[in-house]
C-alpha cells in the first residue's frame, strides 16, 4: 500500500490551505477548512477529523469494512447517503485506508476509487461512461492482473466498435480510454450521444472483461487473494421498469 496522500477534490489536503495549524484563527480559514467540496485526506487532515462514532451509537462503516473483509468473495452492495458536506466521501476515503491496511492477519483489498467529478461528466453519465472508467482503474491499478484479459477483448472487439467514432486511437489501453473518458466529458451532448452509441455494443463485453478483470486481480499471488472494492462517488442510477432502462447521474 502506498503512504502518499490521497488526492482530493481539489488538489491538495484541505489542512494545507491555511497558513497556521487548525483550529482557524480567522473567518477566511475557517472558510477554507469548511469547504464542502473537498473530502478530508484520511492522512494529512486526521487533525480535521471529528470521530462521531459514539454520538451515532455505532461504527457503521466500520461495520461494513468487516463485512466486506468476511465476506469471503460473496459480492455486497452498500449505499452511503447524505447531504453536501455531511462527509461521505471523506468516510469512503477512510474506508479505502481501512481496506488497504493490514488487519488482524485479514487479507489487503485491491480498492478502486472512481470519482465522477475527475473521470466522468457528473451532470451526463451513461453506463459506458462508468465501465470504461472502471477498465481504465483496473487496468492502471493492477495492470499485470488485468492486461491479460483485457488486451485482446480491447483489440478484437472495443476498438474496433470505435474506431469509426473517434479516429486514431492510441495503441495502449490507459491512453485510449483516457482520450475516450476526455472526449465524454466534453460540453457537446451530440458528440458524447455518438460515442455512447458505439459504445452501446459493447456493452456486454465491457461487463465481461471487468468481471474477467476482477477475478484475475483477485488470484493474483501479489495482492493475496484479497477482496476487491468499488468505491463510487457522486454516482448513483435511476431506474424505470417502464422503460426497461437506467439513467446514470451525477449525485452530490
Same mark, same amino acid.
Given at each position: 500500500?502506498?503512504?502518499?496522500?490521497i488526492?482530493t477534490?481539489?488538489?491538495?489536503?484541505?489542512?494545507s490551505?491555511v497558513l497556521?495549524?487548525?483550529?482557524a484563527?480567522?473567518?477566511?480559514?475557517?472558510?477554507?477548512l469548511?469547504?464542502?467540496y473537498?473530502?478530508l485526506?484520511?492522512?494529512e487532515?486526521?487533525?480535521?477529523?471529528?470521530?462521531?462514532?459514539a454520538i451515532?451509537?455505532?461504527?457503521?462503516?466500520?461495520?461494513?469494512?468487516?463485512?466486506i473483509?468476511?465476506?469471503?468473495?460473496?459480492?455486497?452492495l452498500?449505499?452511503v447517503s447524505g447531504?453536501?458536506g455531511?462527509g461521505?466521501?471523506?468516510e469512503?476515503?477512510?474506508m479505502?485506508?481501512?481496506?488497504?491496511?493490514?488487519?488482524?492477519?485479514a487479507?489487503?483489498?485491491?480498492?478502486?476509487f472512481l470519482?465522477?467529478?475527475?473521470?466522468?461528466?457528473?451532470?451526463?453519465?451513461?453506463?459506458?461512461?462508468?465501465?470504461?472508467?472502471l477498465?481504465k482503474l483496473?487496468?492502471?491499478q493492477r495492470?499485470?492482473?488485468?492486461?491479460?484479459?483485457?488486451?485482446p477483448?480491447?483489440?478484437?472487439?472495443?476498438?474496433?466498435a470505435?474506431s469509426?467514432?473517434?479516429?486514431n486511437l =492510441?495503441g *495502449?489501453?490507459?491512453?485510449a %480510454?483516457?482520450r475516450?473518458l476526455g472526449? !465524454? &466529458?466534453l460540453?457537446?451532448?451530440?458528440r /458524447?450521444?455518438?460515442?455512447?452509441?458505439a459504445?452501446r455494443?459493447?456493452?456486454?463485453?465491457?461487463?465481461e472483461?471487468?468481471?474477467k478483470a476482477?477475478?484475475?486481480?483477485?488470484?493474483a =499471488?501479489? *495482492?493475496g487473494?484479497?477482496? %476487491?472494492v468499488?468505491?463510487?462517488r457522486? !454516482? &448513483?442510477?435511476?431506474?424505470?421498469p417502464? /422503460?426497461g432502462?437506467?439513467?446514470w447521474?451525477?449525485r452530490g
Amino acid at each position: 500500500m502506498s503512504d502518499a496522500p490521497i488526492a482530493t477534490l481539489r488538489g491538495h489536503a484541505v489542512s494545507s490551505r491555511v497558513l497556521t495549524p487548525p483550529p482557524a484563527q480567522n473567518l477566511d480559514d475557517a472558510v477554507r477548512l469548511c469547504d464542502p467540496y473537498s473530502p478530508l485526506d484520511p492522512r494529512e487532515d486526521s487533525s480535521l477529523f471529528a470521530n462521531l462514532t459514539a454520538i451515532r451509537g455505532s461504527d457503521r462503516l466500520g461495520r461494513i469494512v468487516r463485512n466486506i473483509r468476511r465476506s469471503g468473495g460473496i459480492p455486497t452492495l452498500h449505499f452511503v447517503s447524505g447531504h453536501l458536506g455531511s462527509g461521505k466521501t471523506t468516510e469512503l476515503l477512510r474506508m479505502k485506508v481501512q481496506l488497504e491496511t493490514a488487519a488482524h492477519g485479514a487479507p489487503l483489498a485491491t480498492v478502486l476509487f472512481l470519482d465522477a467529478d475527475v473521470m466522468l461528466n457528473r451532470t451526463d453519465i451513461d453506463l459506458e461512461d462508468i465501465l470504461l472508467a472502471l477498465w481504465k482503474l483496473v487496468y492502471e491499478q493492477r495492470k499485470a492482473a488485468a492486461a491479460k484479459v483485457l488486451m485482446p477483448l480491447w483489440k478484437d472487439q472495443i476498438k474496433e466498435a470505435l474506431s469509426k467514432t473517434i479516429t486514431n486511437l =492510441p495503441g *495502449d489501453i490507459s491512453e485510449a %480510454l483516457t482520450r475516450i473518458l476526455g472526449e !465524454v &466529458r466534453l460540453p457537446s451532448a451530440e458528440r /458524447r450521444k455518438d460515442i455512447r452509441t458505439a459504445l452501446r455494443s459493447t456493452t456486454a463485453v465491457l461487463i465481461e472483461g471487468l468481471n474477467k478483470a476482477f477475478a484475475a486481480t483477485r488470484e493474483a =499471488p501479489d *495482492d493475496g487473494a484479497g477482496p %476487491l472494492v468499488v468505491l463510487t462517488r457522486r !454516482v &448513483r442510477c435511476d431506474w424505470s421498469p417502464r /422503460r426497461g432502462a437506467g439513467r446514470w447521474a451525477g449525485r452530490g
